[in-house]
């Protein structure tokens, strides 16, 4: 599965229950995968590339994004990453000399 860079995510999970990703390679997106609103979700053996934003971003990505949401949204629960790589983002990550610096991130849970 290859996505163009300006595209928020390669792999976009939502609303979604018990699904198993195997042997997956995930390549592109600002963000490789998004998941909101889902629970019992498998990635095993995977492959998530090339995701993120060239030069200097000045956004964060994200290998996988877990959108967990607000109180009222069902949340997402029960996400397994196991035997998965992901490397290899797009750009460069400021220097920590004023906080955490934009860039990438492998897993990020946002919410």
């Known amino acids: 599965m290859i996505v163009s860079g ?4 390669a792999l976009v999970l939502e609303d979604l229950s018990y699904v198993i990703f195997q042997n997956l390679t995930i390549r592109g997106g600002r963000h490789g995968v998004s998941i909101a609103r889902s629970h019992h979700i ?5 492959h998530i590339t090339g995701w993120g934003q060239d030069g200097n971003p000045q956004e964060n990505s994200h290998g996988i994004v877990i959108r967990a949401g607000g109180p009222e949204e069902v949340p997402v629960h029960a996400i397994v990453v196991q035997d998965t790589v992901i490397d290899e983002p797009l750009g460069n990550a400021g220097d920590w000399g004023s906080g955490a610096p934009n860039g990438p991130h492998g897993i990020y849970v946002e919410g």
Not at 42 to 46: A, G, P, Q, S, V
């Open 6 to 9: 300006e595209a928020d995510a």
């Open 42 to 46: 498998r990635f095993e053996n995977c």
